[in-house]
């Protein structure tokens, strides 16, 4: 037995409400946690969270390879085919998969030209997590939101080489998480520069 709606104001926050029997009420607004009790009648729970797009999208994997032939060998002999025709001397490759997910490739030299963390510690950034957002703006949006949560930022938000606007997160087990909109091909720009330090 219960109640539910949900409301998005212009603040860019979502108000969820649930009307329940007993139990414990939790109120998220930004980083506080204040959590109500109640031990008897009707409770409502009010559930903030922060709206900034809609879900990201898991699409892609990235790996900084020491070795681009014999990662594209492993790769191509588990049957996972190139997309790009560089062969193995190139610094990226991608790897599509039937699903539309995406297995890159790097190598030192690229890796350096677009994840900062790397640059400073190699040794922990090894694999990247990449998530898709509609918009450049919510590339912006998501890494404030999440740096503003405690999480580390790996990689500022920056207009990449590629056209695409890009960031890094680190996730609460150090993981790197890509924040990548949709590429632009407008935005290219060669010879790529290194992306700013965070």
């Given amino acids: 037995m219960g109640l539910s709606t949900s ?6 926050i979502a108000t969820r409400l649930v009307a329940r029997q007993c139990g414990e009420v939790t109120i998220t607004s930004g980083s506080p946690l204040r959590r109500l009790q109640w031990v008897a009648g009707f409770v409502l729970s009010v559930r903030l969270r922060y709206v900034s797009d809609s879900p990201p999208d898991l699409h892609m ?3 900084v390879v020491g ?4 990662s594209l060998d492993f790769y191509c002999r588990l049957g996972v085919v190139p997309t790009d025709r560089e062969g193995p001397a190139a610094a990226h490759m991608e790897l599509k998969l039937p699903g539309g997910f995406s297995l890159e490739l790097d190598t030192a030299e690229s890796a350096r030209l677009w994840h900062a963390a790397w640059r400073a510690d190699p040794a922990r950034a090894g ?3 990449g998530f898709s957002l509609r918009t450049r703006q919510a590339v ?3 890494y404030a939101e999440l740096t503003s949560a405690g999480y580390v930022g790996r990689q500022p ?4 080489f590629w056209g695409a606007r890009y960031a890094i997160v680190a996730d609460p087990d150090g993981n790197d998480v890509g924040l990548m909109s949709p590429i ?4 290219r720009t060669w010879p790529p520069v290194e992306s700013p330090a965070p």
């Avoid at 070795?67 to 014999?70: C, K, L, Q």
């Fill in 157 to 160: 938000p920056f207009d990449a």
């Fill in 140 to 142: 912006d949006q998501r």
């Fill in 184 to 187: 632009d091909e407008s935005r």
């Fill in 67 to 70: 070795d681009m032939s014999a």
């Fill in 127 to 129: 694999v990247v997590i």
């Fill in 7 to 12: 409301a998005a104001g212009s603040d860019g």
């Fill in 61 to 63: 994997l990235n790996l």
